[in-house]
């Protein structure tokens, strides 16, 4: 599982190319809030420019629910990207 | 078709019920680039706060490039989310 943040996309995608090149079959990409675009990124960049035997298996979206320090809570969207290596 | 863009949530989010509401099966919501974020809000504040009948039936990425006024080109992801009645 690569957690995306706020780094520059390209860490992702080393991140994900690099879990790859050790043997794993899947990489889930996960992002929460303002990152998920960035995640999308880090998807297409893998698949376009570095991969092009892996592909998008899955995406899912929800809702998180965050606690702030005075116990405020927020709704946050989340997202999961899951990369395969096509069969 | 919405398309999402630097307005609030909730403007995109009555565009949505709004289309459901005048007896769309399907609405697709598009965005490209950091309005991904703001689309998949979208999504879950329709699905969890105002239509539970509605559901994500398909979540779609790509990579689209854009031209620049002096003609550089740079490429944009994209993303298209369809959400439907349940059936």
Known sequence: MIYVGNKPVMSYVLAVVTQFNNGF???VIKARGRA?????DTAEVVK???MP???I???KVGTEVIEGEGGD???VSSMEITM???A
Chains 1, 2 share one sequence.
């Open 73 to 75: 809570k927020a709704n």
């Open 48 to 50: 376009n420019k570095f």
């Open 84 to 86: 395969k290596t096509k």
């Open 36 to 40: 998920i675009s960035r995640a999308v």
């Open 57 to 59: 298996k899955d995406i």
């Open 25 to 27: 079959d899947d990489v």
């Open 53 to 55: 035997n892996v592909e």
